[in-house]
């Protein structure tokens, strides 16, 4: 039996964006999973190996300790090597590669009436939008650790407003100001409900993740003491499996925030009402055409 496609382009509340976020990853965990990895992959798998490195090096300062080393030049430079900033870097790029991965895989899903996206198709639209979204995404993120920093609330304010920024850009087909403006007067009226949604995704994500990682990383971590008798190299290989696991329950949270974006579009638009309209009038079943009956 296929699959019943989702309508995106429709007002949600709370309860059915967390429930139709659920049924659409369950129906296309397939197609995510394949593009998610074959685009995505790289970025993730240079993240991982070099915050495992980084993270050997950090508590690998145990490792010192226990055998009498207290330098501490030694002890600084295993705080911030060079494996330190490449991981701040690939966490950018894969951040990036996701959201642009998922916008795509979600716009030719919308464009295409529910038929499952290729991995070509992602491809496509993702060697349009990577660069650019790389690019805006660094204004709006010092804009936001700004508002953090000066004071909680504007942080948080900016933070969810500008949510669905990536989003925008792919499927708007938007530049920075169009895109950044956008966030904005959508929003408008539905700060709360948006921020209840997004914690709610968040949580739902963080601790699927963790638990995951948790029992794959405990395993995996005993075993790599006992082989290593290092605190460092057990430290590295835990981490990088949590920050695979951890990466893959995002798609949890994407999913929420690009439903939400769409009900917030169709309260200011009302584009999915009026493609229905149009829809109805494109019927195939025309009776213009039929002879009366007396």
């Given amino acids: 039996m296929a699959d019943q496609k989702i309508e995106f382009r429709k007002i949600r509340d709370f309860g059915e964006n967390i429930n139709d976020s659920l049924v659409f990853i369950k129906q296309n965990y397939k197609g995510l999973l394949a593009s998610f990895f074959a685009i995505c992959g790289v970025f993730l798998l240079c993240r991982s190996i070099f915050n495992g490195i980084y993270q050997s090096k950090y508590f690998g300062i145990f490792d010192q300790l226990r055998k009498g080393i207290n330098s501490p030049e030694r002890i600084w430079t295993s705080i911030f090597p060079i494996e330190y900033f490449l991981t701040i870097l690939f966490t950018w790029l894969s951040f990036t590669a996701m959201n642009t991965v998922l916008g795509s895989y979600i716009k030719i899903y919308v464009e295409q009436d529910g038929l499952k996206p290729t991995i070509e198709q992602i491809w496509e639209l993702f060697k349009k939008y990577f660069l ?14 700004a508002g953090f920093v000066f004071c909680l609330a504007p942080g948080v304010y900016l933070g969810v407003v500008l949510m669905p920024f990536s989003l925008v850009i792919i499927i708007e087909d938007a530049d920075f100001g169009k895109a950044f403006g956008r966030c904005f007067e959508i929003i408008r009226g539905n700060f709360w409900q948006s921020l209840a949604i ?57 999913v929420s925030l690009a439903f939400q974006y769409f009900s917030l579009v169709e309260k200011r638009d009302g584009t999915g009402i009026l493609q229905r309209i149009e829809s109805i009038g494109g019927d195939k079943n025309n009776f213009n055409n039929i002879e009366e009956q007396f």
């Fill in 198 to 254: 997004y914690f709610v995704a968040t949580i739902i994500y963080s601790f699927g993740g963790a638990i995951v990682s948790m029992l794959v990383g405990a395993i995996a971590g005993i075993a790599a003491f006992f082989t290593t008798n290092s605190i460092g190299a057990t430290a590295g290989i835990v981490t990088s499996i949590f920050g695979v696991f951890s990466s893959i329950f995002y798609i949890i949270f994407f």
């Fill in 132 to 145: 650019k979204i790389l690019m805006y995404s660094v204004p709006v993120s010092l804009l936001i650790m």
